[in-house]
């Protein structure tokens, strides 16, 4: 018969959670600041630290989905998202795009035996690079729409966990996240749009109703994003991509809700703004 916990039990079981916590509080910072430095620096400097983050995406991914040769498939994988990044600069995201097609087919025929799943990595990797640069290269309106999908996904991702402890309730999607609830997505919905509303009054952009239907479509992909990442996970029997980030696992693991967010609101900016995805994102 297995004792009762004591208060020096309860104590100790406690203490690598709060140091854990304590991980991912830091590591969360960290990330945080520089990501929004260098959204504040923009140039050359974005694009290489969202190459950097698309490429430990893309060597993540190789890692779960157990495909071989790795070696060569994390350098086919550097090779597409160098032609993006380069296709990217020149201002010709049609060549973004048929660098990551080109660079998923060579990875599908070299990969054994998950050929879907290496065509779809280099896509899942190049959405971490295009939309974000595309969105900051906007010389209009590109620095305050990085900032902007910072605030709504960061405070979607903040409100749903605090929502998600203190009420509880119904599960999201148990199959594929059981920690998940619906009273999570919901708070997180309000504090996303209450974030992003405070983002563009901040910035003195004129506030308009439709603000808030944009900022629940990018909540939305943002919850739909980390779902994805957890399915991919729940596939292949994985917990964490990697042990990147300390407390909170790997690079998908971080940025999953942000790269689909990021791609809404590219579709969404383009839709409506051309060659100036930002200003049509939030320009209304």
Same mark, same amino acid.
């Given at each position: 018969?297995?004792?009762?916990?004591?208060?020096?039990?309860?104590?100790?079981? *406690?203490?690598?959670?709060?140091?854990?916590?304590?991980?991912?509080?830091?590591?969360?910072?960290?990330?945080? #600041?520089?990501?929004?430095?260098?959204?504040?620096?923009?140039?050359?400097?974005?694009?290489?630290?969202?190459?950097?983050?698309?490429?430990?995406?893309?060597?993540?991914?190789?890692?779960?989905?157990?495909?071989?040769?790795?070696?060569?498939?994390?350098?086919?994988?550097?090779?597409?998202?160098?032609? @993006?990044?380069?296709?990217?600069?020149?201002?010709?995201?049609?060549?973004?795009?048929?660098?990551?097609?080109?660079?998923? /087919?060579?990875?599908?025929?070299?990969?054994?035996?998950?050929?879907?799943? *290496?065509? =779809?990595?280099?896509?899942?990797?190049?959405?971490?690079?295009?939309?974000?640069?595309?969105?900051?290269?906007?010389?209009?309106?590109?620095?305050?729409?990085?900032?902007?999908?910072?605030?709504?996904?960061?405070?979607?991702? +903040?409100?749903?966990?605090?929502?998600?402890?203190?009420?509880?309730?119904?599960?999201?999607?148990?199959?594929?996240?059981?920690?998940?609830?619906?009273? /999570?997505?919901?708070?997180? +919905?309000?504090?996303?749009?209450?974030?992003?509303?405070?983002?563009?009054?901040?910035?003195?952009?004129?506030?308009?109703?439709?603000?808030?239907?944009?900022?629940?479509? #990018?909540?939305? *992909?943002?919850?739909?994003?980390?779902?994805?990442?957890?399915?991919?996970?729940?596939?292949?029997?994985?917990?964490? +991509?990697? @042990?990147?980030?300390?407390?909170?696992? =790997? @690079?998908? &693991?971080? %940025? &999953? =809700?942000?790269?689909?967010?990021?791609?809404? *609101?590219?579709? %969404?900016?383009?839709?409506?703004?051309?060659?100036?995805?930002?200003?049509?994102?939030?320009?209304?």
């Amino acid at each position: 018969m297995a004792e009762a916990d004591t208060p020096h039990d309860q104590t100790q079981s *406690a203490e690598p959670k709060r140091s854990e916590l304590n991980k991912r509080l830091i590591s969360a910072a960290v990330l945080g #600041i520089g990501a929004v430095v260098t959204a504040w620096i923009g140039g050359t400097l974005f694009l290489l630290v969202w190459t950097a983050a698309a490429f430990a995406v893309w060597w993540e991914w190789t890692g779960i989905i157990g495909a071989s040769p790795r070696a060569l498939l994390i350098v086919v994988g550097a090779l597409a998202l160098a032609g @993006m990044a380069a296709a990217l600069v020149m201002d010709a995201p049609a060549i973004a795009f048929l660098s990551a097609v080109i660079g998923g /087919g060579i990875a599908a025929a070299s990969a054994y035996p998950a050929r879907i799943w *290496a065509f =779809g990595g280099i896509l899942y990797a190049g959405a971490v690079l295009v939309p974000a640069v595309m969105l900051r290269n906007d010389p209009a309106f590109g620095l305050i729409a990085i900032l902007w999908l910072f605030a709504v996904v960061w405070a979607e991702d +903040t409100g749903a966990y605090f929502a998600g402890r203190l009420i509880g309730g119904p599960k999201l999607a148990v199959r594929i996240s059981p920690n998940k609830t619906w009273a /999570g997505a919901i708070g997180g +919905t309000f504090a996303g749009i209450a974030a992003g509303s405070a983002v563009l009054l901040a910035a003195g952009i004129p506030w308009r109703p439709v603000h808030m239907l944009v900022a629940f479509v #990018i909540v939305v *992909a943002a919850q739909l994003g980390d779902l994805l990442e957890s399915a991919v996970k729940r596939r292949f029997g994985v917990k964490d +991509t990697s @042990m990147l980030i300390p407390g909170h696992g =790997g @690079m998908m &693991d971080r %940025i &999953d =809700g942000l790269l689909a967010a990021a791609v809404f *609101a590219l579709a %969404i900016g383009l839709m409506r703004g051309g060659g100036a995805p930002a200003t049509g994102l939030l320009s209304w």
